[in-house]
């Protein structure tokens, strides 16, 4: 019977070994992004990627189980090594009750003192009663208790409206099982959302853990998300940054008018309250934060350009005089 290699997590995400934690991790969330779901509806390779990504910071991404796998304890899919029947090694039976039927065994990983591998049996495979410790006596004894499954932590991906609004999102485990997520209207960037149960299995017969799974927005083309607050550079015409007057400016809920004052220059921000992302999770709603860009006009700039000409001679000045300080 044959064993699937996985591929050295570490080939995977592209980092050496030595690589600390924080470039394993923008490793993975550059990948996760490329390969997601999402992003690649109608690739089947990719997603067969994605999960493999996931697969290996599965390992990477947690030191211990790093550490583990840098020893040589664990293989690439989290599994232990030196089980007979197991790449790298094997095991003995030995001591008393080693023959058939006895429950004793003996482990020897290159050296040292061997170890009674009942309640190790009890945890890796779900044995339960037929595990028992050293010295452990009666029935049930040494039986090993049922543990919690660890937690996985995943990313998705979703539009600014569907941060405004609310709606669903898909996210693929590292398993290759696709979980819905609900996405609630207004959630922020980073927010991580929890899915009890849908972590990896309890040993021996414990509940699963849960999948956190953490909610990023896509980049949209006009607006830019900084907290719950949006903004939005508005390009202005020469005229109108100079005499003031209405202006419309696209907001997520539509069009509205913006009155300009008079000598508006570039760079001035208007605030329009509660057009930001809305109110979720105790914090209020976010505003919109509208910058002017003064735009010149394409075309025959001469008459513009005497108008700048006298303007230079009559009346100079020197916006950058503060930079000077």
């Known amino acids: 019977m ?8 570490y080939q995977i995400l592209g980092v050496a070994k030595d ?4 470039d394993v991790k923008k490793a993975f969330r550059k990948l996760a ?12 390779k990719a997603q067969a990627k994605f999960a493999e990504v996931n697969s290996a910071y599965e390992i990477l991404g947690d030191e211990k189980k790093r550490a583990a796998f840098d020893r040589g304890e664990i293989d690439a899919d989290g599994k232990p090594r030196g089980f007979e029947g197991f790449p790298g090694g094997g095991f003995r039976r030995g001591g008393a009750g080693g023959g058939p039927g006895g429950s004793h065994f003996d482990f020897n990983f290159g050296g040292g003192a061997p170890f009674d591998a009942a ?18 006596s009666g029935p049930g004894a040494g039986q090993a208790r049922p543990q919690p499954g660890a ?11 569907t941060a405004l609004h609310g709606g669903k999102a898909r996210v693929l485990t590292p398993a290759g099982k696709t979980l819905e997520v ?10 991580q959302i929890r899915l009890r149960g849908q972590g990896q299995a309890g040993p021996g017969g414990g509940p699963p853990g849960d999948a956190l799974v953490t909610v990023h927005i896509q980049k949209h083309p006009h607006f830019r998300v900084d907290g719950r607050d949006l903004r939005l550079d508005l390009p202005v015409t020469l005229y109108e940054a100079v005499l003031g007057g209405k202006v419309e400016a696209p907001t997520l809920g539509g069009k509205v008018e ?28 976010g505003d919109l934060l509208i910058t002017l860009r003064i735009t010149l006009p394409d075309g025959d700039w001469a008459e513009l350009q005497e108008v700048a000409k006298k303007m230079q001679a009559k009346q100079p000045y020197d916006p950058r005089v503060e930079l000077a300080k």
Do not use: C, W
């Open 2 to 9: 044959g064993f699937r290699t996985m591929r050295d997590p």
């Open 19 to 22: 690589a600390p934690q924080a």
């Open 33 to 44: 992004k490329q390969h997601h779901p999402d992003q690649n509806p109608n690739d089947p």
């Open 119 to 136: 309640d190790i049996f009890s945890d890796l495979f779900g044995m339960g009663g037929r595990g028992r410790g050293r010295g452990a």
């Open 151 to 161: 937690d996985v932590t995943l990313e998705t991906y979703v539009s600014l409206e």
């Open 182 to 191: 609900n996405v609630p209207a207004g959630v922020e960037e980073g927010k």
């Open 258 to 285: 913006l009155t300009l004052p008079p000598k508006s220059n570039s760079g001035k921000t208007l605030r329009l309250r509660g057009k930001g992302l809305p109110a979720s999770g105790g914090h209020a709603a």
